[in-house]
């Protein structure tokens, strides 16, 4: 029979290679989180202090399209249609999306609409 020694005792393992794994994964997903920075938009909800004055301002949106106090519209025809309801840029425009609209095409017509120079949007629900 083959006699190979004395066995030896069994050895603890080491936990060091454990914590730097862990210590490597918190420093990744901590970096990796500040990455998808939140933006802002800049408008004021419905329930804000500014009192509404002058003619309906009332931009529908739904996914098809853009209506300015029921009349349909196409976007870039939007701010031309304002123009006519507005004394100054700064007046109030209320932005009412449709259920299920997604959010991108709000911001889209909050940016055509800021790009044409108007600065107060009020959006409701």
Avoid: C, H, K
């Avoid at 939140?38 to 931009?59: E, K």
């Amino acid at each position: 029979m083959i006699s190979f020694g004395p066995p030896r005792p069994a050895r603890r393992p080491s936990l060091t290679p454990m914590i730097d794994v862990v210590f490597l994964l918190l420093v990744f997903f901590m970096l990796a989180a500040r990455f998808g920075q939140d933006t802002r938009l800049p408008m004021s909800t419905a329930g804000g202090a500014a009192a509404y004055d002058g003619p309906p301002r009332l931009v529908g949106i739904t996914e098809g399209g853009v209506a300015l106090n029921g009349r349909a519209l196409p976007l870039d025809a939007l701010a031309g249609a304002l123009g006519s309801l507005m004394e100054s840029p700064g007046d109030i425009v209320v932005l009412r999306p449709a259920g299920g609209v997604p959010l991108q095409r709000l911001i889209a017509v909050s940016d055509a609409l800021r790009a044409a120079g108007l600065t107060r949007l009020l959006v409701v629900e």
